[in-house]
């Protein structure tokens, strides 16, 4: 029997990295739903790919590089530069279909160039690809130093169009399960990947030219195949990969700034590898790349809906699942084939068991410390924020309002657990009060006329911007901002660290924070 | 022992491995030379001397620090990714030690303090630089007794290095109030004391890889692991000496980062400081990935000339953030002076006055 599955696993064992993703990840699902009610919603998982279509397209391209041998550090600095540069065009009033496939072909023209420096001038692809996201970034800041928002009705409309999915919504009332147009396009990108790399003359190069340290290249080279195009044309796909990241991106959050996919590239390779794609180049898989992405996303989710961790989990659980899918690799590397491989030793193969056997012990360890620190506890006692949540003082508002504020704001939550209500008059005086301590600021009739605009421009009073409500993570704040403007009042409510509120409600509170008063920390 | 003392020549010019980093570091200076009027002007204020070329020393002092490790790393022919995640790691728990008002135990009247520490301040000094050690050991572990590729291994404690060190401080920024801890990256001794701290770091792996035969070992492991393990040398044992060694550069110089800022930032601390540090070392011309010959001077000079760049940018206006784009376009240029074509052009201009040496 053990005989058998030997043998099952060295005939396959290209495909075990693979199944051990889907594996991982169906586990990682199964096991969340049954401890986290909020992941049973079958929309949590077509959210995995709504929240993030820009990292499913950037591991596309990424992996494409990585089997040819190569490195690519170049994806965040293309996405800040994209987003950047179509919120500025779009500011200016350009066309956005044109806009969008201008920063296409920026895209692509950067890979390009990356990939004739890495190809003919023989720049190692890690600088190479390094001194392109420094540029791409400082490019990006050069454009502008703050987020630039975008109003454009074309990106609105591709960010809110629901596909709904058949069988789980309903056609008639536009309500259920849908998936957005990103996504689409995203798993569009996914298939014709698939196709090229399995299917195709230029995909088979690919996988001739990676791994064996460059030996293979030399190979390759040697059969006559066109491996000086090949590599320029992977570093060209992967430009324009990570030019569509920086769309998406873009369009879901409905702005271009520097900072967007700051360290972008780190996830996506680690997405690679948990997707099986061996950092050695030659072998992987595009479909194992969507398992890398979506196991990533899945964590980020979880800590998000358990809500008590803090988000840094995240990155400590990406890296011990890639130590873990690392170890796999090179454990499967060394299982024998057939015949005995001369050139390892038998010491060498034992270490790499014990490695092995020792990341899936340390992910074993994480998983357990997890389920016990943040499940155990989250379940026992539901949702425990730093401080007994003060209730919402509606009395407080609505006296404020009553006494001719326009805007009324109530912020509470967060570490320091603070309550701060704050009203903003027209003629520019804003008070605030914390329950121990009233504060008050003076600016000038014109800001607050300013900032009423804004946020009339938002469509504060139309179905465009809605209460959302749960209950706060450890670090967060729950939010209550009444606008009373040109007759109409409404009352919305938020809670940040959730991905639900409607994003120009936080484009909002962003601008009245500015304006707002700070209280003195308490001595 | 007596040295064979050979007379100058252009060939040893020209295949010294300083020359271009310090053709790199004339050119930028030159440049600066040119267009900002004062750049080399010194001042002497309150015994300590100021100056844009003493804040290139100084701004540096971590990059280089980073570089020295990072070099005897890139020689053994790997790469070591983790080493701004390991600055922030010890920037938390030296900020923990000195102000662990985050986990309860602080009472808040006490901490603006700077006489004040929670723990000794050799304790301070020590525990950061162990962890730093650790880290480093750890990615030696993997890349020599695990066999995986040095880069895969190091992304791991990149990755996950940045949540630890929010874990330790339980995602707060530290203030820190310490005075004898701000001294590290703040204090002067006519020049900033950090200088001294790296020079001495400089002297003891000069010391240490020139003066015993590691530093031959570790060439060795680079230029060929097999053949050197058949002729006897540990090649396990030198990789994770340099990894840990790597460590704890990354170490000093999160001290002296953290020491600078005085609070541990886990998010921004040494944030894509591997890559200048990497960039230093492969502007020294030790080869990115296939390791062998190293120079930990020509490293620390292609520290310099990182931070000449940024200064002197600085000093022209340019903006914090449009920097990363010249400095983008600055390390293209600098690469293609290494490329063949340009390095053949050097060879055969420098091989006409060998031949008129020969000739006289």
Same mark, same amino acid.
């Given at each position: 029997?053990i005989?058998k599955?030997?043998?099952?696993?060295?005939?396959?064992r290209?495909?075990l990295p693979?199944?051990?993703?889907?594996?991982?990840?169906?586990i990682?699902?199964?096991?969340?739903?049954a401890?986290?009610p909020?992941?049973r919603?079958?929309?949590?998982?077509?959210?995995?790919?709504?929240?993030t279509?820009?990292?499913?397209?950037?591991v596309?391209?990424?992996?494409?590089?990585v089997?040819?041998g190569?490195?690519?550090?170049?994806?965040?600095g293309?996405?800040?530069?994209?987003?950047t540069?179509?919120?500025?065009?779009l500011?200016?009033?350009w066309d956005?279909?044109?806009?969008m496939l201008l920063?296409?072909?920026?895209?692509?023209?950067?890979?390009?160039l990356?990939?004739y420096?890495?190809?003919?001038?023989?720049?190692?692809?890690?600088?190479?690809?390094?001194?392109?996201?420094?540029?791409?970034?400082g490019?990006?800041?050069?454009?502008?130093?703050?987020?630039?928002?975008?109003?454009?009705r074309?990106?609105? *409309? &591709?960010?809110r !169009?629901k $596909?709904?999915?058949? @069988?789980?919504s309903?056609p008639?009332?536009?309500?259920g399960?849908?998936i957005?147009?990103s996504v689409?396009v995203?798993m569009?990108v996914?298939?014709?990947?698939?196709?090229?790399a399995?299917?195709?003359?230029f995909?088979r190069?690919i996988?001739?030219i990676?791994?064996?340290?460059?030996?293979n290249?030399?190979?390759?080279?040697?059969?006559?195949?066109?491996?000086?195009?090949?590599k320029?044309?992977?570093?060209?796909?992967?430009?324009?990969?990570?030019?569509?990241?920086?769309?998406?991106?873009?369009i879901?959050?409905k702005s271009?700034?520097?900072?967007?996919?700051?360290?972008?590239?780190?996830?996506?390779i680690?997405?690679?590898?948990i997707?099986?794609?061996?950092?050695?180049?030659?072998?992987?898989y595009?479909?194992?790349a969507?398992?890398?992405?979506?196991?990533? *996303? &899945?964590?980020? !989710?979880? $800590?998000?809906i358990? @809500?008590q961790?803090?988000?840094?989990?995240t990155?400590?659980?990406?890296?011990v699942?890639?130590?873990?899918?690392?170890s796999?690799?090179?454990?499967?590397a060394?299982?024998?084939?057939?015949k005995?491989?001369g050139n390892?030793?038998?010491?060498?193969r034992?270490?790499?068991?014990?490695?092995?056997?020792?990341?899936?012990a340390?992910?074993?360890?994480v998983l357990?410390a997890f389920?016990?620190y943040g499940?155990g506890?989250?379940?026992?006692?539901?949702?425990t924020?730093?401080?007994?949540?003060?209730?919402f003082?509606?009395?407080?508002?609505?006296?404020?309002i009553k006494?001719g504020?326009?805007?009324a704001y109530?912020?509470?939550?967060?570490t320091?657990?603070?309550?701060?209500?704050?009203?903003?008059?027209?003629?520019?005086r804003?008070?605030?009060?914390?329950g121990?301590q009233?504060?008050e600021k003076?600016?000038?009739?014109?800001?607050?006329?300013?900032?009423l605009?804004?946020?009339d421009?938002?469509r504060?009073?139309?179905d465009?911007?809605?209460?959302?409500?749960?209950i706060p993570?450890r670090i967060?704040?729950?939010?209550?901002?009444t606008?009373?403007?040109?007759?109409?009042?409404?009352?919305?409510e938020?809670?940040?660290?959730?991905?639900?509120?409607?994003?120009e409600?936080?484009?909002?509170t962003?601008?009245?924070?500015?304006?707002?008063?700070?209280f003195?920390?308490?001595? | 022992?007596?040295?064979?003392?050979?007379?100058?020549?252009?060939?040893?010019?020209?295949?010294?491995r300083?020359?271009?980093?310090?053709v790199a570091l004339?050119?930028?200076?030159?440049?600066?030379?040119?267009?900002?009027?004062?750049?080399?002007?010194?001042s002497?204020?309150?015994?300590?001397?100021?100056?844009?070329?003493?804040?290139?020393?100084?701004?540096?002092t971590?990059?280089?620090?980073?570089a020295?490790?990072?070099?005897l790393?890139?020689?053994?022919?790997?790469?070591?990714?983790?080493?701004?995640?390991?600055?922030?790691i010890?920037?938390?728990v030296?900020?923990?030690?000195?102000n662990?008002?985050?986990?309860?135990?602080?009472l808040?009247?006490?901490?603006n303090?700077?006489?004040?520490?929670?723990?000794?301040f050799w304790?301070v000094?020590?525990?950061p630089?162990i962890?730093?050690?650790?880290?480093?050991?750890w990615n030696?572990?993997?890349?020599?007794?695990g066999?995986?590729q040095?880069?895969?291994?190091?992304l791991?404690l990149m990755i996950?290095?940045?949540?630890i060190a929010?874990l330790?401080?339980?995602s707060?920024?530290?203030?820190?109030?310490y005075k004898p801890?701000?001294?590290?990256?703040?204090?002067w001794?006519?020049?900033p004391?950090?200088?001294?701290?790296?020079?001495?770091?400089y002297?003891?792996?000069?010391l240490?890889?020139?003066?015993?035969?590691?530093?031959?070992?570790?060439e060795?492991v680079?230029?060929?692991?097999?053949?050197?393990?058949?002729?006897?040398?540990d090649?396990?044992k030198i990789k994770?000496f340099?990894?840990a060694?790597?460590?704890f550069?990354?170490?000093?110089a999160g001290?002296?980062?953290?020491?600078?800022?005085s609070?541990?930032?886990?998010?921004?601390?040494?944030?894509n400081?591997?890559?200048d540090?990497?960039l230093?070392?492969?502007?020294?011309?030790?080869?990115l990935?296939?390791g062998?010959r190293?120079?930990?001077?020509?490293?620390?000079?292609?520290?310099?000339v990182?931070?000449?760049?940024?200064?002197?940018m600085?000093?022209?206006?340019?903006?914090?953030?449009?920097l990363?784009?010249?400095?983008?376009?600055?390390?293209?240029?600098?690469i293609?002076?290494?490329?063949?074509?340009?390095?053949?052009?050097?060879?055969?201009?420098?091989?006409r006055?060998?031949?008129?040496e020969?000739?006289s």
């Open positions: 029997m005989q599955l030997n043998i099952l696993l060295s005939k396959n290209r495909l693979l199944s051990a993703a889907m594996v991982l990840f169906s990682a699902y199964i096991a969340g739903a401890y986290l909020g992941m919603d079958s929309q949590v998982f077509f959210n995995l790919f709504n929240q279509p820009y990292l499913l397209v950037a596309v391209g990424e992996t494409l590089v089997i040819s190569g490195i690519d550090l170049s994806v965040g293309i996405v800040a530069l994209t987003s540069a179509s919120a500025a065009l500011r200016i009033g956005p279909w044109v806009v920063m296409l072909a920026l895209g692509t023209a950067m890979g390009a990356m990939g420096f890495i190809t003919y001038l023989k720049v190692q692809p890690f600088i190479a690809t390094l001194a392109g996201m420094w540029i791409g970034r490019l990006a800041y050069t454009i502008s130093n703050e987020s630039i928002a975008i109003y454009d074309t990106y609105s *409309i &591709l960010a !169009t $596909i709904l999915i058949p @069988g789980l309903n008639v009332t536009q309500k399960d849908y957005t147009i689409v995203a569009t996914f298939a014709i990947a698939i196709y090229i399995h299917y195709t003359r995909g190069t996988y001739s990676g791994g064996n340290n460059g030996a290249e030399q190979s390759a080279r040697l059969m006559g195949l066109p491996v000086d195009r090949t320029v044309l992977v570093y060209t796909f992967n430009g324009f990969c990570s030019a569509l990241a920086g769309i998406f991106l873009s879901y959050t271009g700034q520097g900072l967007l996919g700051n360290g972008m590239e780190l996830t996506v680690a997405a690679v590898v997707g099986g794609t061996s950092l050695l180049g030659g072998e992987g595009v479909f194992g969507l398992f890398g992405a979506l196991i990533t *996303i &899945l964590i980020q !989710t979880m $800590i998000q358990q @809500g961790l803090i988000t840094w989990w990155l400590i659980m990406v890296g699942i890639t130590l873990f899918f690392i796999l690799q090179s454990f499967i060394n299982l024998k084939i057939g005995t491989s390892t030793t038998s010491r060498a034992r270490n790499r068991k014990v490695l092995c056997y020792g990341g899936g340390a992910v074993l360890v357990a389920a016990f499940f506890s989250g379940r026992s006692s539901n949702v924020p730093a401080c007994q949540l003060k209730p003082r509606p009395e407080q508002v609505a006296s404020l006494d504020a326009v805007i109530e912020r509470n939550g967060g320091n657990c603070i309550d701060e209500v704050y009203g903003i008059y027209p003629d520019g804003i008070v605030g009060d914390n121990t009233q504060i003076q600016v000038t009739p014109e800001d607050v006329e300013t900032l605009s804004f946020i421009d938002q504060w009073f139309t465009n911007i809605y209460s959302t409500s749960h993570c967060c704040y729950h939010y209550f901002l606008v009373a403007y040109q007759g109409q009042e409404k009352t919305v938020a809670v940040d660290g959730g991905t639900d509120a409607p994003d409600y936080w484009l909002i962003g601008q009245l924070s500015m304006i707002l008063p700070k003195t920390a308490a001595p | 022992m007596t040295r064979y003392k050979s007379p100058f020549t252009w060939r040893k010019v020209a295949e010294s300083l020359l271009f980093p310090l004339a050119v930028i200076l030159l440049i600066d030379l040119m267009i900002i009027p004062n750049f080399f002007r010194i002497f204020q309150q015994g300590h001397l100021f100056g844009n070329l003493i804040d290139i020393l100084r701004n540096s971590p990059v280089i620090a980073l020295i490790g990072m070099t790393v890139i020689a053994t022919g790997g790469v070591d990714l983790s080493v701004g995640a390991i600055m922030a010890v920037s938390s030296a900020a923990l030690l000195m662990p008002f985050v986990l309860g135990t602080q808040e009247a006490i901490k303090d700077p006489t004040y520490s929670y723990s000794p304790v000094l020590v525990l630089m962890v730093a050690t650790i880290c480093g050991l030696g572990l993997l890349v020599a007794y066999k995986i040095p880069m895969v291994a190091t791991i996950s290095g940045r949540g929010q330790i401080t339980n707060q920024r530290i203030q820190i109030f801890f701000s001294y590290i990256g703040n204090g001794l006519l020049l004391f950090s200088l001294y701290l790296v020079a001495i770091l002297a003891v792996s000069w240490v890889t020139r003066r015993t035969s590691i530093g031959l070992f570790i060795s680079g230029v060929n692991a097999r053949s050197s393990l058949f002729s006897g040398i090649e396990k994770l340099a990894y060694f790597c460590g550069c990354a170490g000093i001290m002296i980062d953290t020491s600078n800022i609070t541990s930032d886990a998010t921004q601390l040494g944030l400081l591997e890559l540090a990497i230093a070392v492969v502007i020294g011309g030790t080869l990935g296939s062998g190293f120079s930990l001077l020509a490293s620390i000079i292609g520290a310099l990182m931070q000449a760049v940024t200064t002197s600085y000093a022209i206006g340019v903006s914090a953030n449009s990363l784009a010249v400095k983008g376009v600055v390390v293209i240029l600098l293609l002076l290494y490329s063949q074509q340009v390095q053949e052009l050097v060879r055969r201009i420098t091989g006055a060998i031949v008129k020969t000739k």
